[in-house]
Nanobody
């Protein structure tokens, strides 16, 4: 079994920053593609960012480009999502996920990910 745990959520003012952390642990056989999604109640889960297994390449959803940065510890299934210039539209539950597939380019589809965290709430106020 693989467990995925996120942390670092909270409340911030618009324009502020927040850093989320995520780690996949348990019976992991290798490094995974790691991704972040977010969801507002009543809306579909939205792709935020993902990083390749080797940490060399990152991908971002259009709504967070140039504001969020995803990184990972080399050789580990531990990642960090640095969020800056936050606005109220960024408020959501943020989910971390791991993909066991060996695809070279991370998927933006939630269906590609095998393991999910419980989510961490991010609230941005004006």
């Amino acid at each position: 079994q693989v467990q995925v745990v996120e942390s670092g959520g909270g409340s911030v003012l618009a324009g502020g920053s927040l850093r989320l952390s995520c780690a996949a642990s348990g019976r992991t056989s290798s490094t995974y593609i790691m991704g972040w999604f977010r969801q507002v109640r009543g809306k579909e889960r939205e792709f935020v960012a993902a990083v390749t297994r080797d940490g060399y390449s990152t991908y971002y959803g259009d709504s967070v480009k140039d504001r969020f940065t995803l990184s990972r510890d080399n050789g580990k299934n531990t990642v960090y999502l640095q969020m800056t210039s936050l606005n109220p539209e960024d408020s959501a539950v943020y989910y971390c996920a791991a993909d066991r597939n060996t695809r070279l380019v991370p998927s933006i589809s939630r269906d590609a990910y095998d393991y999910w965290g419980q989510g961490t709430q991010v609230t941005v106020s004006s």
